[in-house]
RNA sequence: GUGGGUAUAGCUCAGUUGGUUAGAGCGCCGGUUUGUGGUACCGGAGGUCGGGGGUUCGAAUCCCCUUACCCACCCCA
């Protein structure tokens, strides 16, 4: 076949290829994920891809409606491939929380797809980390999610990052007394874009799109262009909802949040509260989060959440209210990416046993298999090649560590350590290797 | 979905007003005498210039279409 009959190999817009360095980076980051998550006693579920079109449409508001990939299956059922992981787990909770029983911890760790235009850091495949806690209306939860997504960032080793957080009760509390309860949505979205587009611009749209008079604007910016020392913030916050009951309680739950959060140890610097962030998803009802990078705010918010009243209303009589936020596994790595924090290895074992004798075959697989059952992760190379080559293969995927043992060894029943990144070698006898070796990896800079 | 930009080797990019066999750095493979990689030196492979069509004696270079990526809007992880 010549090469113009070849069809050519590529992958859809906003579709990836993962390479092994990107695909270890990733796999690292959702085992972090996983590791925090189940430290909180959050415990792992998993749900289709596809579901009806009807219990994932009308849920996310027209735009994910829109954003949602759907066709008809072999049999002409209407499908749709689910476009976060909160609907499907509504979907989820109404099935099954009977057996499951409140309240009810879960993570999930899984793809999504949405069909909308690709950017830096989005994609139309894309990994989302959810952990969320239903059946409670605790506040208590509230805070938990908060110090999971604290834990989470820390574990991933960034230090300087900010967990944003409002409540949408101060919100409504407003617009309640300002009588725009039912313009919500487009008054929300509005606010959202203060950071980014300054509050004439959002005054403006505030009139375009929900009919809102300049007094009107003029409060709501006042409640939502708050700065300064946090006592004081909820001080003002607490004057301008006077006499609505929801945005009163809402100050108290920001209170409450805020204080206890401080006192379980997250430093006032990682937690900061901002009353423009309200987040586009229309089930949101109380506490919200959103999750910036201090050396790259511009990628946007890389975890975020919030909590809501009901998840699942529109498919059970239950009441189900809860709290969860969402890892953007895919967003935070593009992040890591452009900042540099990304591991190069493209090696996942920690010890390279060149293979150096080559009449010896069965002595290195006997090595190899002793110190896998010690818990080791050994790559053995397939030929016997001449030492050096072997080594710069080693050398380039990144492993950490080289076992050499040629024909002096294995007559010596010695073998030599190497530390790769420093040339280091030390010979020890074969029988203490794999207690020598996970010395050498635990005394490595990680 | 709308508007703007980009597309040349695995990667980052050169390529003069359209003119012969399209270049560099890095990477990759091999070598610098047989048991030790990352540095140095030598050599090599690799591109129908994103794809398709058009203008021209002649196109990487000009025009149209298409696809992907980047940026903005929108929305969001």
Known sequence: MSNSNKIQPRTLKGFRDFLPDAAIARESLMDTAREVYRSYGFVPIDTPVLEYLEVLTGKGGEESDKQMYRFQDGGGRDVGMRFDLTVPFARFCAQHIGQLGTPFKRYHIAP????????RGRYREFMQCDFDTIGTESLNSDVETLLVIHDLFLALGFEGFQIRINN???LSGLLERLGLADKATPVLRAIDKLDKIGPEKVAEELTRSAGT??????????????QGERDQMLDELQKLVAGSETGELGVQELRGVLQMAKAAGVPDSRVRLDVSIARGLDYYTGTIFETFLDELPSIGSVCSGGRYDNLAEVYTKQRLPGVGASLGVDRLLAAMEELGRVDKRTSIADVFVPLFAADRMENYLGLCADLRKAGLRVELYPEAKKLGAQLKYADRRGFPLAVVVGDDEWEAQEAQIKLLASGETRKVPIKDLATALREALASLPA
């Open 112 to 119: 999504v797809w949405r069909a909308e235009n690709t950017q």
């Open 213 to 226: 008079t300049d007094e009107q604007n003029e409060r709501v910016l006042a409640l939502t262009s708050l």
């Open 168 to 170: 949408r009760k101060v």
